[in-house]
């Protein structure tokens, strides 16, 4: 009976060992709570993001003591909010090294480090991690990958303010006070994984990952229901009003989010308009957008932006007006509209395609 007690303990003892030693890297993303979580996507796709906390990041930043956040992509059940299958786990750190800026994130489910780069600023930094994880994402679960592209879409926004935001771990040659030291010796305590990204990511010739050339623009995306997404709901309307020597040129935006305005509308997109060989001919701003009630009920909310450009000057020909919206921050993700029109010798201007 001892004996059988004493074994009983014995195993006790070994299960609250084991749950020690692995229950920070399963509870401390939990216990942080979750910043943004989207609605469901195509085949019941979610994505949800952390609020920053301490804990395990990856073989990189073993300690428990890690600042990072970390961006879950779930496939729920059709019948309830429980998650079926999880995607990606990835745990993103900010870290400076050598005077740079630099993130490393680390996907737990396939054990892979999808990104460790440093630049001269955060803003190209958060650009590449989102496009990371989207490749990333859209690799291991290819029959998602549309859906995907409108799930990071969604994310982007939150992304940006919350990677760009949040403090990051310092080197010991420039500690802040009461900021966490990286040391890259103590630090690095595991083997660390391949940083070769064949087959998740492709690499252009200028070092950016530009995974989009695969994607479908944002501007082609069918029309989403209003229960797909959390944010941005179609950025698919833009219309040329076309009259003797004057461009009247619109972009509509449409969503479900009352704080669309808030996180999306806050830059003002630019124009380009090129000539028939590619020369920006004239360039310039858009305004504001005014929000109004959606014509076609198919948005709760939707959002204007008219310009007019002036054609005087320009000479018969093809040409074509480009919207760049979000250019500055997301190029990857939010590539520009266009559309292209043609001014006749009696200075008509005939709008031929979109």
Not at 208 to 232: F, G, H, R
Request: hydrophobic content about 35%.
């Amino acid at each position: 009976m001892k004996v059988r007690k004493r074994k009983i303990i014995l195993s006790l003892l070994a299960v609250i060992l084991m749950f020690s030693l692995v229950a920070p890297n399963l509870t401390s993303a939990e216990s942080a709570g979750l910043l943004w979580k989207s609605k469901r996507f195509g085949d019941n796709l979610v994505v949800s993001i952390t609020n920053v906390h301490k804990g395990w990041a990856g073989p990189k930043f073993p300690r428990t003591t890690t600042p990072h956040v970390n961006v879950h992509v779930d496939k729920l059940n059709s019948y309830n909010n429980r998650v079926a299958k999880e995607i990606a786990n990835y745990h993103v750190v900010k870290y400076k090294k050598q005077n740079k800026s630099c993130i490393y994130i680390y996907e737990s489910k396939k054990k892979k480090t999808v990104m460790d780069q440093c630049a001269t600023s955060w803003n190209t930094l958060v650009s590449k991690a989102t496009s990371a994880m989207k490749s990333f994402a859209q690799a291991i679960s290819p029959n998602d990958n549309f859906t995907l592209i409108a799930v990071f879409s969604a994310a982007a926004v939150t992304l940006y303010k919350l990677i760009t935001s949040f403090i990051p771990v310092y080197p010991s040659d420039a500690i802040p006070d009461g900021e966490i030291v990286y040391t890259e010796a103590d630090f690095i305590t595991e083997a660390q994984p391949s940083n070769d990204l064949t087959g998740y990511i492709e690499e252009t010739a200028d070092g950016l990952y530009d995974s989009i050339q695969e994607d479908v623009p944002i501007a082609e995306l069918p029309t989403l229901t209003e229960t797909s997404i959390d944010n941005v709901e179609n950025i698919n309307t833009l219309y040329v009003s076309p009259a003797n020597d004057t461009l009247k040129v619109t972009l509509d935006v449409g969503g479900n989010n009352s704080d669309l305005d808030l996180d999306i509308l806050n830059e003002v997109p630019r124009y380009t308009v090129e000539n028939s060989v590619g020369t920006i001919v004239k360039t310039g701003t858009m305004g504001t957008f005014i929000r109004r009630l959606s014509v076609n009920n198919t948005y709760e909310y939707e959002y204007r932006n008219t310009v007019s450009i002036s054609t005087s000057g320009l000479p018969a020909g093809d040409y074509r007006i480009k919207i760049y919206m979000f250019k500055s921050i997301f190029p990857e993700i939010f590539p520009e509209l266009t559309q292209q029109f043609y001014i006749n010798t009696n200075r008509t201007i005939t709008n031929f395609s979109s």
